[in-house]
C-alpha cells in the first residue's frame, strides 16, 4: 500500500487491534519478568541478589547493558531481536538458576563473553530468549611459580594479558590479539595469535575447565571425562554447556621480542613478493611469524609484511636476510620490546597498557568477514588479476585481506587432538574483511561474497575448510531457531571441522540430547527431542 491511499479512519479498528496486541505483549511480558524472577529466586543459593542481575527491557540500564560488548554494529540496529531478559550472574548458582528457570519457561538461551562473534550470535536469537552476560564473572589468578593460570569466562584477552604481564615480563599465553576479545568464546573456538606458530592455539593451552552442562551440574576435566573436555577446546562456544573458568598453561617468551613492519605498494612489486611469501613463510623458524595485510591506500594496493620475532633485532635480521631477502628488511622496519608492548605498539595512545583493562573497543563496525585455507601456492597471476579487480572496486576502500601463515607448531599438533582440525598441510589462512563506520554496508556485502567465490579454484576443496571463530552464516543452511538437521549442520560442520564435527555430533548427543544450548550454527544433537 502506498502511504498516499492510507485511510486513517478505515483503519484504526486495525489500529487498535494492534495497539491492543501490543499492550498484551507488554503484559505478557512484564508478567513473564515478574515470573522468571520469582523462578530465580526461588531456584538460586542467595536470592536476594537476584533481582539486581535482571535487566528486563523496561530498565533504563537495559540497552547500556546489551550494547556494551556489541562489535558488529550490523547486529546493533532497530530492527535486530533482542533478548527478553539479560542476566549478568556474580556466581555460578545465578547460572544455574538462570538455565534451570530458561527451561521451565520454554526460553532460549545465549551466552556472551566478550561478544565478538562475526554473526552475533551470542546475543541475537529470533525466538524468545534470556542472555546471559557474563561480564561480572571474569577474576583471573596466575600462578608464576607453576606456570598456569586460572581464567574466568567473561574476562577479555586484554585483562588476561595485564594480569600475567603485572607479574613477570617472561610468561605469556598464546591467544589473540584484541583485547576486548572475551576468553569464552575465544577458547571455545580455537583461538589464535602471534604466539601459535611457536605454543599452538589458545585452546591447545587449556588443562582444566569448569562446565555447567544443560542439567546445570558443575562438571570439572576429571568429572566431565575426556569427551566432553576434547570438545570444548575449540568445537565452538554455544553448544556444549557454559564453561565457567579456564585453566590455562602459561609459556615461556624471552624478556625482548622484536617487532617489525614493511610496507610495499604494488608498484614496488608487492605482487611479486606475496607470491615469493607463500613459499616461505610457514617454513620459517617457530619463533617469527610474518603476516602480510593487503588494502587499498590512496589510489594504490598497499601490502605491509608484519610480525613479531621471539628474540633480539640482530637476529632477525640475519634470519630474514637468509631466508626471505626479496623483503629486504632492515633494522628500521623493527622495534624491540616486551612481549606485551610488543602486541599493542602503537595502538594505545603513550602504549599505556592499563588500556588493556579498559572492555569498551574504540572504533566499532559494521562488518563481513570469511575466511579460507591455503594448501597450495596461488599463481601470481590471481594476485596481479583478480585481487586488484576487487581493490579498485568500490567495496574495495572498505575490504582489507590478512594472509596468516600456518606451520611450525601447527604441523606438529595432529588434527584429532582438539576439533580445531586445519593443521598439517595448511600454508596458510586467507582473512577477507569488509567493514567500515558509516551507514550503507549492505551493497559491500556482496563485494566479499563475489571475491570468495572467484577464490574457489585457489583454495582448500572438499571441504572447503573454515575457522569457526570467523562465524560465517554464509555457509551453509542456518536455521535461525537453532533446529538444525545433522544434513544441513554437516556443510558448514566438516569445514569448520572436517572429520571431527561427528565426534563433536556424538559429544552433544550425549551430553545435551535435548539440544538446550543452541544456536545457527551450533552442534546438532542426533537424539530425538
Ligand atoms: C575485532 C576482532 C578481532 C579478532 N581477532 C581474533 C584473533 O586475533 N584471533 C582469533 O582466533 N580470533 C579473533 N577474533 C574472533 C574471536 O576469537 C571470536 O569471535 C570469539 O568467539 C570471540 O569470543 P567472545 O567471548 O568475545 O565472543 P562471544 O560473542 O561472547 O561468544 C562467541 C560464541 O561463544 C559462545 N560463548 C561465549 N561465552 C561462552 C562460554 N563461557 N561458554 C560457552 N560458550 C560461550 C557464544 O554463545 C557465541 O556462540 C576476533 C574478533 C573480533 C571482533
Ligand atoms: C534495573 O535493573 C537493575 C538490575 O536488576 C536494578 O538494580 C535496577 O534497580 C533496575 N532499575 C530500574 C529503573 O528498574
Ligand atoms: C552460592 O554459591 C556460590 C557458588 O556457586 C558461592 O560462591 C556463594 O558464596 C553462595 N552464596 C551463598 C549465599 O550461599
Ligand atoms: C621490481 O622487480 C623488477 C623485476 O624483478 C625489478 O627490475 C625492479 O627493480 C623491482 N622494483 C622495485 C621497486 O623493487
Ligand atoms: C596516501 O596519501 C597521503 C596523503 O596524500 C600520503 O601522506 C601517503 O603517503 C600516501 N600513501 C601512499 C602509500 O601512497
Ligand atoms: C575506554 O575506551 C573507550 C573507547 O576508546 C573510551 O571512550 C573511554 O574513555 C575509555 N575509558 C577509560 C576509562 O579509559
Ligand atoms: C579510531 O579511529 C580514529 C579516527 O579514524 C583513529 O585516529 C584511531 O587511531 C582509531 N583507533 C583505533 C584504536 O583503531
Ligand atoms: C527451522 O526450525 C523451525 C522450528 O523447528 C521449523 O519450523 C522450520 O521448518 C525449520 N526451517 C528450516 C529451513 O529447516
Ligand atoms: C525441528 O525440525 C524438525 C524438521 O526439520 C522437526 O521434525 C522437529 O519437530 C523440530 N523440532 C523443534 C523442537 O522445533
Known sequence: MKFSQFN??????????????????????????????????????????????????NNCSYSSIL????????????????PLLIVTPFHASHIQATIYCSKSHGLQIRTRSGGHDYEGLSYVSEVPFVLIDLVNLRSIDI?????????QSGATLGELYYRISEKTRTLAFPA????????????????????????????????????INADGRILDRKSMGEDLFWAIRGGSGGSFGIVLDWKL????????????????????NATQLIHRWQYIAHKLPKDIILIVFISKVNETVETSFTGMFLGPVNKLIWLTGTRFPELGLTKQDCIETSW????????????????????????????????????????????????????????????????????????????????????AGNMYKIIYTVGGQE???????????????????????SPREAYV?????????????????????????????????????SVKTLVDPQNFFKHEQSIPSLSPS
Request: aromatic content about 14%; some cysteine.
Open 8 to 57: 486513517y479512519h478505515s483503519s484504526f479498528p486495525l489500529l487498535f487491534a494492534i495497539f491492543l496486541a501490543f499492550s498484551w505483549l507488554m503484559r505478557a511480558e512484564a508478567q513473564t519478568h515478574e515470573q522468571f524472577l520469582h523462578c530465580l529466586s526461588h531456584h538460586s543459593n542467595d536470592s536476594s541478589s537476584i533481582s539486581k542481575l535482571v535487566y528486563s527491557r
Open 67 to 82: 550494547e556494551s560488548s556489541i562489535q558488529n554494529l550490523r547486529f546493533d540496529t532497530a530492527a535486530t531481536p533482542k
Open 143 to 151: 600462578d608464576v611459580e607453576n606456570g598456569v593460570a586460572w581464567v
Open 176 to 211: 589473540g590479539t584484541c583485547p576486548t576479545i572475551g576468553v569464552g568464546g575465544h577458547l571455545s573456538g580455537g583461538g589464535y595469535g602471534l604466539l601459535f606458530r611457536k605454543y599452538g592455539l589458545a585452546a591447545d593451552n587449556v588443562i582444566d575447565a569448569h562446565v
Open 249 to 268: 598453561k602459561l609459556v615461556p617468551v624471552p624478556p625482548t621480542v622484536t617487532i617489525f613492519s614493511v610496507t610495499k605498494t604494488i608498484e614496488q
Open 340 to 423: 606485551i608492548q610488543g602486541l599493542y605498539t602503537g595502538q594505545f595512545p603513550n602504549n599505556n597498557l592499563e588500556n588493556l583493562l579498559n572492555r569498551t573497543a574504540a572504533n566499532k563496525s559494521w562488518f563481513k568477514i570469511k575466511s579460507d585455507y591455503v594448501k597450495e601456492p596461488i599463481p601470481e597471476s590471481v594476485f596481479e588479476e583478480i585481487w586488484p579487480k576487487y581493490f579498485n572496486e568500490e567495496g574495495g576502500r572498505y575490504g582489507s585481506i590478512y594472509l596468516i601463515p600456518y606451520g611450525g607448531k601447527m604441523d606438529e599438533i595432529p588434527g584429532t587432538a582438539t576439533p580445531f582440525s586445519h593443521r
Open 439 to 461: 551507514d550503507g554496508f549492505q551493497s559491500y556485502l556482496n563485494w566479499i561474497r563475489r571475491f570468495y567465490d572467484d577464490m574457489t579454484p585457489y583454495v582448500s576443496k
Open 469 to 505: 571463530n570467523y562465524r560465517d552464516l554464509d555457509i551453509g543452511v542456518n536455521n535461525r531457531s537453532g533446529n538444525t538437521s545433522y544434513a544441513e549442520a554437516s556443510i558448514w560442520g566438516l569445514k569448520y571441522f572436517k572429520n571431527n564435527f561427528r565426534r563433536l555430533v
